[in-house]
Nanobody
Framework: QVQLVESGGGLVQAGGSLRLSCAFS????????MGWFRQAPGKEREFVSA????????YYPNSVKGRFTISRDNAKNTVYLEMNSLKPEDTAVYYC????????????????WGQGTQVTVSS
């Protein structure tokens, strides 16, 4: 059974940076596309990024493109989300997810989810 554990969330001022980590266990990370989602209070869950199995392809919505970078280290069973130039509207619980296809992760919910880590950006 796949298990995902996020870490690295916290409180940061607008314009600052954070790096989230997602520890993967239970299966072979290199068999899964990985992604990040977020959900703010009172809002629907939002796709944030995805990365292909090889790491060669990444996907972002316009809201974070150019500010967020997803990466993976299959040898360390870890996926990262580097977040720069953070804005108050980035405040949300961020979830790591594992699925089969990175290019469709924003449309088809992945099968496995972590518990989430809180990111709060103050103005």
């Amino acid at each position: 059974q796949v298990q995902l554990v996020e870490s690295g969330g916290g409180l940061v001022q607008a314009g600052g940076s954070l790096r989230l980590s997602c520890a993967f266990s239970g299966r072979t990370l290199s068999s899964y596309a990985m992604g990040w989602f977020r959900q703010a209070p009172g809002k629907e869950r939002e796709f944030v990024s995805a990365i292909s199995v090889s790491g060669g392809s990444t996907y972002y919505p316009n809201s974070v493109k150019g500010r967020f970078t997803i990466s993976r280290d299959n040898a360390k069973n870890t996926v990262y989300l580097e977040m720069n130039s953070l804005k108050p509207e980035d405040t949300a619980v961020y979830y790591c997810a594992a699925g089969r296809a990175a290019h469709s992760m924003g449309l088809i919910p992945p099968a496995y989810w972590g518990q989430g880590t809180q990111v709060t950006v103050s103005s």
